[in-house]
């Protein structure tokens, strides 16, 4: 069973395009993430939502909007793609705060490539 | 702001060896450090943690080592075997459900 899945995979699309990324948890965790990971390899916290509520929302252009439907998924929507968009995203799931449990656990990942 | 280093980006062992791969961070807010391995095309997987009241965590071939006055910490695999061979990460987070700050990473290659 996969713990966290992420949809699609790898995504090459058009500089301006607007496109979409699912990922969906079946640990029954609350807190859900995304992170990007550059061309240098760094991995980057993006965003935090706690039972379908924003946590957290570093630096990100207003381009990049999560949306949470329910508990089991984290959306990341991507208006007007930029070249620097260019990453692969990972999303990530936690138990949250009250449970002492630190460990996140990651999707595979998917392979953004703006042209 | 890098706030968790990983200095050496590679590392190469000898199968049956030991690993020491290392980490200093900046932020005296951590309380948690974590270690993850990752394979090419994959996510990060979770390792190892340990709290910051902790200075020692051992979980079978792994143990991580935090020494809070330096403000570093270690991760030592033995014996190293080489499907080892991924590159690992080090993390930090001021407490549970918050976001984990990532290094660089460190490429491990077990020889055999």
């Known amino acids: 069973d996969t713990a966290v899945s992420q949809t699609p995979k790898y995504l090459v699309t058009q500089m301006g395009n607007d496109k979409s990324i699912k990922c969906e948890q079946n640990?029954?965790?609350?807190?859900m993430y995304w992170y990007k990971q550059d061309s240098k390899k760094f991995l980057k916290i993006m965003f935090s939502y706690n039972n379908k509520e924003l946590i957290i929302n570093e630096t990100v252009p207003n381009r990049f909007s999560p949306k949470s439907p329910d508990k089991a998924h984290l959306n990341l929507h991507i208006n007007s793609l930029e070249l620097g968009d260019s990453a692969v995203y990972f999303c990530a799931s936690s138990q949250d705060a009250a449970s002492g449990r630190v460990e996140q656990f990651f999707g595979p990942g998917t392979r953004l490539t703006v042209l | 702001d890098q706030q968790v280093k990983q200095n050496s980006p590679s590392l190469s062992v000898q199968e049956g060896r030991i690993s020491i791969l290392n980490c200093d961070y900046t932020n005296s807010m951590f309380d948690y450090f974590l270690w993850y391995k990752k394979y090419p095309a994959e996510g990060p997987t979770f390792l190892i943690s340990i709290s910051s009241i902790k200075d020692k965590n051992e979980d079978g071939r792994f143990t991580v080592f935090l020494n809070k006055s330096a403000k570093h910490l270690s991760l030592h695999i033995v014996p190293s075997q080489p499907g080892d061979s991924a590159v690992y990460f080090c993390?930090?987070?001021?407490?549970?459900?918050?976001?984990?700050?990532f290094g660089k990473g460190t490429s491990l290659l077990v020889t055999p």
């Open positions: 993390a930090a987070s001021i407490n549970s459900g918050y976001a984990l700050n």
């Open positions: 640990l029954g965790h609350d807190t």
